[in-house]
């Protein structure tokens, strides 16, 4: 996203939901707010929307719900490049927000999408059971080598997820992931995704 926005991009971020009851506290979920808020003014994100939905009761939502809301945001917006959770990550949010996701960017008649991803993210992707449908298989790759420092400092918002390492929602597991999927393709940091549609118009 970083880089995106220094090449004159216009970055949007949905957060479709969010720490609630009756698990988490509405304090608890308004200093997350402030993270995400903190972290994306840091990577130069233009406008940072929040669909308010509690994460752990997600899947006790009607389908079509969650389509129109995503929907709504994707009409509004009308962008043409769009980053999604892995359909395979282990929380059913991400799962949820996915299959909503393209449904919204079905590339009908009029839909402004053209290319659609599928991003990784630490302590879901690769905590799920390792079956054929929840691998992530990168096939893009995006140079992030100067801009590491900025992706770094925009995670450190994050005060209230983040954890001492070994566990792999540090600081210091997500420099070596990138550091990792850099090293796969020769650059000195890099950010991994699926190719899910490109559509060359």
């Known amino acids: 996203m970083a880089r995106y926005a220094s ?6 971020v949905c ?3 969010n720490h609630d009851a009756p698990i988490y506290s509405s304090e608890h979920r308004e200093r997350t707010k402030r993270e995400a808020r903190e972290a994306h003014r840091i990577i130069g994100v233009k406008s940072t929307l929040f669909l308010d939905y509690s994460a752990v009761t997600l899947n006790d939502l009607p389908v079509y ?4 809301s995503i929907g709504s945001v994707v009409k509004d917006i009308a ?3 769009v980053f999604i959770p892995h359909i395979g990550d282990l929380h059913i949010d991400h799962q949820l927000v ?19 991803y599928a991003y990784e993210t630490l302590s879901e992707t690769e905590w ?6 929840n691998a992530f298989m990168p ?3 995006v140079d992030i080598s100067g801009y590491l420092k900025t992706k770094i ?18 600081l210091e597991a997500v420099e070596h992931l990138a550091r990792y999927r850099g090293a796969t393709v020769s650059a000195f940091a890099a950010e991994s995704f699926i190719l899910i549609r490109s559509v060359l118009r």
């Open 139 to 141: 096939n893009f790759f």
């Open 7 to 12: 090449e004159g991009n216009e970055i949007f």
């Open 128 to 133: 799920n059971a390792p079956r054929v449908e």
């Open 153 to 170: 400092d925009a995670m450190a918002c994050f005060q209230s997820q983040l954890h001492s390492p070994p566990h792999s929602r540090s």
């Open 79 to 81: 962008p043409s490049v």
């Open 65 to 68: 719900d969650l389509n129109r």
């Open 98 to 116: 996915a299959k909503s996701a393209l449904v919204a960017i079905r590339p009908h008649t009029g839909c402004p999408v053209t290319d659609v």
């Open 15 to 17: 957060v479709v939901s």
